[in-house]
């Protein structure tokens, strides 16, 4: 029963995508009429063949992870290698068509007065100097062929200005076409005028432009129509190999930049994971103690931080951090001490950065020693007492050593996350305080991953989603090297089983 | 010396290294709750300003007089402002953005349990060509964060939503398509679970002349509750929590999720919304803290380990 029901929802499906493909190679989709195709004979063969079996199972998790995770990160590769960015948004095919579309009003313009008249459809009249014209305006065309016509005008009156200024979006998109075959444009509420394309296609590298009888010619490296050194807008975007990375070590203003943030993010991140690390065992080891009473509320209590968003904790720190009203420069003042400007100075950002993320990450270091805590047996720290061991060689030579062997992975993955804790930096600092003469938008606290944001997202100076691109290619690298020594570290490919 | 002695010496040695021990007790209480007071400060903080009649950033840090304004402003209930006299009702829809993220929260959730579920049970059950490679590519890739590709994304729904406006930027579907792609973490926690099921039980089931996908739908997956509620709960705190995607790919002001629409809120005027911000943050925290601690135990037991936060 279940699988006759199966069975008729798979075909339907099938027969959906099918449909669909056929729609959209139809409508010159070409490149999601292949994909809607691939996807549907693919599901048709998993879901009926019976040999794939495995593969059915896989299937529905294995398509979005490849359509999410695989495919967007080939595309960040391909724009990494791109001038996509302001003033490079669309394809050169696109670029022509808008190019070869463009209007200009020739300096001995006729224009003519028209009026609407409302109906249904309603009827647009011109009055041309050797009669007057008419058209209805039908939705859903954008030329309109104007007639003669010597009939009495309809009896309703016309729309006045500030009804046809209301229609002026839908006007403007039209054109009217006179019997000789001059082409009218809405102009003015009472106005059309007479247009005419600025540029001739010459063919699909050349235009020729009839207002200044430049010729313009298409510069794929830089991704413009130019003639000598102008350019015309907008840009397309083309390929342009290593320049973003070049750029990113050859650039002097750029370059150094780049390192200064590269930096900051390794340092920030090897920072983060010490602190909450040796923090978090602190604690632990604290707590961890037999005698100790209310342990289990005070492992509750200083779990909390953790169990919060860190986006709504961060946005609290923010506020508490201000420097002229926030709470922590009050109690300071409160106890005597001058206000300090939290997130101002360069070295005050960085370091409030990794205070607000000591916060937020120390519990879950503080969890995990915790369990690593628990598992080591009783018996190995009586051995140790009866062999006459003070406290801090128990635990330089117990507690410690089995702490770090366990802990190895933990430590790289935590290392990884930071690497990539936008909201630590961004929602604190918004990346700054500003480098002095940066070209981008970058500030001294910036990570690879706010930068990639910023030059891609924030918009201020121009979105630059090629060099974007580029740099999260960087964060591919490390963590590439990151996820190379977890598997050293867990043994899987290599035997060494050794953990520092 | 007397045995009377002896014991007077061992009793008065006993109870100094007793001394020692309270005394070494009281001291490690007074340092966690030294520390307590600075960890929990934030918190306790931000609940005080919510209630806070100044309720501006540089109120004090004791309420002088209490308020439900603040609340009722987040909460889309007018009320009277007793300085100027008007009614006040806030123009932010903070309610909306917390369904918003709720909702997204969900459906991905759910989604991602349907999607990951059987890639698991595949990857657990079957022998198949390919298995060993998957489970290393799998491993390989759930340590690379999705956020880095987040300008091929932006494209991606942006071509995507020409076809299908609902799946596009500015679109709840496209956000959660996006979310969709994060299924290796999942798959490999779910099949660590189902590793741990006797085979036998399905086999017997089989036998009986249940199918392959019965047997995986009416015996395994009713055993694996606990891990689905985690892996489930789990994907609803990480998509509630980000901000960077949302922020990318959502625009107009009443599709925004909680954090986005949060972080616009009081970047605006950090000063003038401190106390209706401090109530959204409790209202937004709160849910959140409830399902980490129903959950935290199987996070220390390390079937989170390393793929959470942290």
């Given at each position: 029963?279940?699988?006759?029901?199966?069975?008729?929802?798979?075909f339907?499906?099938?027969?959906?995508?099918?449909v669909?493909?056929?729609?959209l190679f139809?409508s010159?989709?070409?490149?999601?009429g292949v994909?809607?195709?691939v996807?549907t004979?693919?599901?048709?063969?998993?879901f009926f063949?019976k040999?794939?079996?495995?593969m059915?199972?896989?299937?529905p998790?294995?398509?979005?992870?490849?359509?999410f995770?695989?495919?967007p990160i080939i595309?960040?590769v391909?724009?990494?290698f791109?001038n996509?960015?302001?003033g490079?948004?669309?394809?050169k095919?696109r670029?022509?068509e808008?190019?070869?579309?463009?209007?200009?009003?020739?300096?001995?313009?006729?224009?003519i007065?028209f009026d609407?008249?409302?109906?249904n459809?309603?009827?647009?009249?011109?009055?041309?100097?050797?009669?007057?014209?008419?058209?209805?305006?039908?939705?859903?065309s954008?030329?309109?062929?104007?007639?003669?016509?010597?009939?009495?005008l309809?009896?309703?009156?016309?729309?006045?200005p500030n009804e046809?200024f209301?229609?002026?979006?839908?006007l403007?998109?039209k054109?009217?076409v006179m019997?000789?075959?001059e082409i009218l444009?809405?102009?003015?509420t009472d106005?059309?005028i007479?247009s005419k394309?600025r540029?001739?296609l010459?063919?699909?590298?050349?235009?020729?432009?009839?207002?200044t009888?430049?010729?313009?010619?298409?510069?794929?490296e830089?991704?413009?129509f130019k003639?000598?050194?102008?350019?015309l807008?907008?840009g397309?975007?083309v390929?342009?190999?290593?320049?973003?990375?070049t750029?990113?070590?050859s650039d002097?203003?750029?370059n150094s930049?780049?390192?200064?943030v590269?930096?900051?993010?390794?340092?920030?991140?090897?920072l983060?994971?010490l602190f909450?690390?040796?923090?978090g065992?602190?604690?632990?080891?604290v707590?961890?103690?037999?005698?100790l009473?209310?342990?289990?509320?005070y492992?509750?209590?200083?779990i909390?931080?953790?169990?919060?968003?860190?986006?709504i904790?961060?946005l609290?720190?923010?506020?508490?951090m201000?420097?002229d009203?926030g709470?922590i420069?009050?109690?300071?003042?409160e106890l005597g001490?001058?206000?300090?400007p939290w997130?101002?100075?360069?070295i005050m950002?960085?370091v409030?950065?990794?205070?607000?993320?000591?916060?937020l990450?120390?519990p879950?270091?503080?969890?995990v020693?915790?369990?690593?805590?628990?598992?080591?047996?009783?018996?190995?720290y009586?051995?140790?007492?009866l062999d006459?061991?003070g406290r801090?060689?128990?635990?330089?030579?117990?507690?410690?050593?089995l702490i770090m062997?366990?802990v190895?992975?933990?430590l790289?993955g935590s290392?990884?996350f930071?690497?990539?804790?936008?909201?630590?930096?961004?929602?604190?600092?918004g990346g700054?305080?500003?480098i002095?003469?940066?070209?981008?938008?970058?500030?001294?606290?910036?990570?690879l991953i706010?930068?990639?944001y910023?030059l891609?997202f924030?918009g201020?100076?121009?979105q630059?989603?090629?060099?974007?691109?580029?740099?999260?290619?960087?964060i591919?690298?490390?963590?590439s090297v990151?996820?190379?020594?977890n598997?050293?570290?867990?043994?899987m490919?290599?035997?060494?089983?050794?953990?520092? | 010396m007397?045995?009377?002695?002896?014991k007077?010496?061992?009793?008065?040695?006993t109870?100094?290294?007793?001394k020692?021990?309270q005394m070494?007790?009281?001291?490690?209480?007074?340092?966690l709750?030294?520390?307590?007071?600075?960890?929990?400060?934030?918190?306790?903080?931000?609940?005080?300003i919510?209630?806070?009649?100044?309720?501006s950033i540089?109120?004090k840090?004791?309420?002088?007089s209490?308020?439900l304004?603040?609340?009722?402003?987040?909460?889309?209930?007018?009320y009277?402002?007793?300085a100027t006299?008007?009614?006040?009702?806030?123009p932010?829809?903070?309610?909306?953005w917390?369904?918003n993220?709720?909702?997204i929260?969900?459906?991905?959730?759910v989604?991602m349990l349907l999607l990951?579920?059987?890639s698991?049970?595949?990857?657990s059950?079957?022998?198949?060509r390919?298995?060993q490679?998957s489970?290393?590519?799998?491993m390989?890739?759930?340590?690379f964060?999705?956020?880095?590709?987040?300008?091929?994304?932006?494209?991606?729904?942006d071509?995507?939503?020409?076809?299908?406006?609902?799946l596009?930027?500015d679109?709840?579907?496209?956000?959660i398509?996006?979310y969709?792609?994060g299924?290796?973490?999942?798959i490999w926690l779910?099949?660590?679970?189902?590793?741990?099921?006797?085979?036998?039980?399905?086999?017997?089931?089989?036998?009986?002349?249940?199918?392959?996908?019965?047997?995986?739908?009416?015996?395994v997956?009713?055993l694996?509750?606990?891990i689905?509620?985690?892996?489930g709960?789990?994907?609803f705190i990480?998509t509630?929590?980000?901000?960077i995607?949302?922020?990318i790919?959502?625009?107009s002001?009443?599709?925004?999720?909680?954090a986005v629409?949060?972080?616009?809120f009081?970047?605006?005027?950090?000063?003038?919304?401190?106390g209706?911000f401090a109530?959204?943050?409790f209202?937004?925290?709160?849910?959140?803290?409830?399902?980490?601690?129903?959950?935290?135990k199987?996070?220390?037991?390390?079937?989170?380990m390393?793929?959470t936060k942290g």
């Amino acid at each position: 029963m279940t699988s006759k029901v199966l069975k008729l929802f798979l075909f339907s499906y099938l027969i959906a995508g099918l449909v669909l493909s056929l729609y959209l190679f139809n409508s010159t989709h070409v490149f999601m009429g292949v994909l809607s195709l691939v996807i549907t004979v693919a599901s048709g063969v998993i879901f009926f063949s019976k040999k794939a079996q495995a593969m059915r199972f896989m299937y529905p998790g294995l398509l979005t992870f490849v359509l999410f995770m695989i495919l967007p990160i080939i595309f960040t590769v391909y724009i990494a290698f791109t001038n996509l960015s302001t003033g490079h948004f669309l394809s050169k095919e696109r670029v022509l068509e808008i190019l070869s579309s463009e209007k200009v009003i020739p300096k001995d313009a006729v224009s003519i007065e028209f009026d609407i008249f409302p109906g249904n459809p309603a009827v647009l009249v011109a009055y041309g100097l050797d009669g007057d014209y008419k058209t209805y305006l039908e939705e859903g065309s954008n030329i309109y062929n104007l007639q003669p016509f010597r009939d009495k005008l309809p009896e309703q009156a016309p729309l006045g200005p500030n009804e046809v200024f209301s229609k002026r979006e839908f006007l403007e998109t039209k054109r009217f076409v006179m019997p000789d075959g001059e082409i009218l444009r809405y102009h003015r509420t009472d106005l059309l005028i007479q247009s005419k394309n600025r540029y001739i296609l010459i063919d699909e590298n050349t235009l020729k432009d009839t207002v200044t009888s430049l010729t313009w010619g298409a510069d794929d490296e830089s991704g413009y129509f130019k003639s000598g050194n102008e350019t015309l807008a907008p840009g397309y975007y083309v390929l342009t190999g290593f320049k973003n990375f070049t750029s990113l070590f050859s650039d002097n203003r750029l370059n150094s930049n780049f390192f200064k943030v590269l930096l900051w993010t390794l340092g920030w991140s090897f920072l983060s994971v010490l602190f909450t690390f040796s923090f978090g065992t602190f604690l632990a080891i604290v707590i961890n103690d037999k005698g100790l009473k209310l342990k289990s509320i005070y492992r509750v209590l200083f779990i909390i931080p953790y169990s919060i968003p860190f986006f709504i904790s961060v946005l609290i720190f923010k506020g508490m951090m201000n420097k002229d009203f926030g709470a922590i420069n009050q109690v300071l003042v409160e106890l005597g001490f001058s206000k300090v400007p939290w997130l101002e100075t360069p070295i005050m950002a960085k370091v409030s950065c990794l205070v607000v993320n000591l916060w937020l990450g120390f519990p879950y270091m503080f969890l995990v020693i915790t369990g690593i805590l628990q598992s080591i047996p009783e018996s190995l720290y009586e051995a140790a007492k009866l062999d006459g061991a003070g406290r801090f060689s128990t635990f330089k030579n117990i507690t410690l050593p089995l702490i770090m062997s366990a802990v190895g992975p933990l430590l790289v993955g935590s290392f990884a996350f930071n690497l990539n804790n936008f909201v630590g930096i961004y929602l604190l600092t918004g990346g700054g305080p500003p480098i002095p003469g940066a070209t981008t938008a970058v500030g001294e606290t910036d990570i690879l991953i706010s930068y990639t944001y910023r030059l891609a997202f924030e918009g201020g100076q121009g979105q630059n989603f090629g060099l974007a691109s580029s740099i999260a290619l960087f964060i591919f690298a490390i963590v590439s090297v990151l996820t190379l020594i977890n598997f050293k570290l867990t043994g899987m490919g290599s035997d060494n089983q050794e953990a520092t | 010396m007397s045995e009377i002695a002896l014991k007077k010496q061992q009793s008065k040695s006993t109870g100094f290294q007793f001394k020692k021990k309270q005394m070494e007790s009281l001291a490690k209480h007074l340092l966690l709750c030294s520390l307590l007071m600075i960890v929990l400060f934030p918190i306790v903080y931000i609940i005080s300003i919510s209630f806070n009649a100044s309720g501006s950033i540089g109120s004090k840090l004791i309420p002088e007089s209490f308020t439900l304004n603040h609340w009722k402003y987040i909460l889309g209930i007018p009320y009277l402002d007793s300085a100027t006299g008007k009614e006040v009702l806030s123009p932010f829809p903070i309610l909306l953005w917390l369904w918003n993220s709720i909702k997204i929260s969900s459906i991905s959730a759910v989604m991602m349990l349907l999607l990951s579920t059987t890639s698991a049970y595949a990857l657990s059950r079957f022998r198949f060509r390919g298995r060993q490679s998957s489970l290393l590519v799998l491993m390989i890739i759930q340590m690379f964060p999705n956020i880095m590709a987040m300008v091929a994304f932006y494209f991606m729904l942006d071509f995507l939503g020409g076809y299908f406006p609902s799946l596009g930027t500015d679109s709840h579907g496209g956000l959660i398509l996006v979310y969709l792609g994060g299924t290796p973490f999942n798959i490999w926690l779910i099949k660590g679970y189902f590793d741990t099921i006797p085979k036998s039980i399905e086999e017997s089931a089989i036998m009986d002349g249940c199918t392959k996908f019965q047997a995986f739908w009416k015996i395994v997956l009713p055993l694996s509750t606990p891990i689905l509620a985690v892996v489930g709960l789990l994907t609803f705190i990480n998509t509630f929590s980000d901000f960077i995607l949302p922020s990318i790919l959502l625009k107009s002001g009443d599709k925004l999720t909680f954090a986005v629409g949060i972080q616009i809120f009081i970047s605006d005027a950090f000063s003038g919304r401190w106390g209706p911000f401090a109530a959204a943050c409790f209202l937004g925290a709160f849910p959140i803290s409830a399902i980490f601690f129903t959950i935290h135990k199987y996070i220390i037991s390390g079937l989170a380990m390393g793929g959470t936060k942290g």
